[in-house]
Nanobody
Framework: QVQLVESGGGLVQAGGSLRLSCIAS????????MGWYRQGPAKPRELVAT???????KYGDFVRGRFAISRDYDKKTVSLQMNSLTPDDTAVYYC??????????WGQGTQVTVSS
């Protein structure tokens, strides 16, 4: 079992920045993706960014260079630096770790609210 705990969400004005962090416990593999998804109001959950030693980094199309994901494999942490935030980025952000066969571990989520 892998447990994930997020931190760093909050309220920010449009154009501002936030940094999300996630720390994991349990057995993990560096070659399996770890990263972030989000779910906005009345929207499906979507990919924000993931990173692994095999696949490198992947970002959702909406990111457009505004966010940067980083992972510390020794400390089992992943962070997401979000810049140039807009109200459309308002969502609950979930830390995620993926295993084969569509096995996913999720954090409890952290709210990000961007005011206009």
């Amino acid at each position: 079992q892998v447990q994930l705990v997020e931190s760093g969400g909050g309220l920010v004005q449009a154009g501002g920045s936030l940094r999300l962090s996630c720390i994991a416990s349990g057995r993990m593999f560096d070659f399996r993706p770890m990263g972030w998804y989000r779910q906005g109001p009345a929207k499906p959950r979507e990919l924000v960014a993931t990173v692994s030693t095999i696949d490198g980094t992947k970002y959702g199309d909406f990111v457009r260079g505004r966010f940067a994901i980083s992972r510390d494999y020794d400390k089992k942490t992943v962070s997401l630096q979000m810049n140039s935030l807009t109200p459309d980025d308002t969502a609950v952000y979930y830390c995620n770790y993926q295993l084969p066969l569509d096995i996913n571990f999720w954090g409890q989520g952290t709210q990000v609210t961007v005011s206009s």
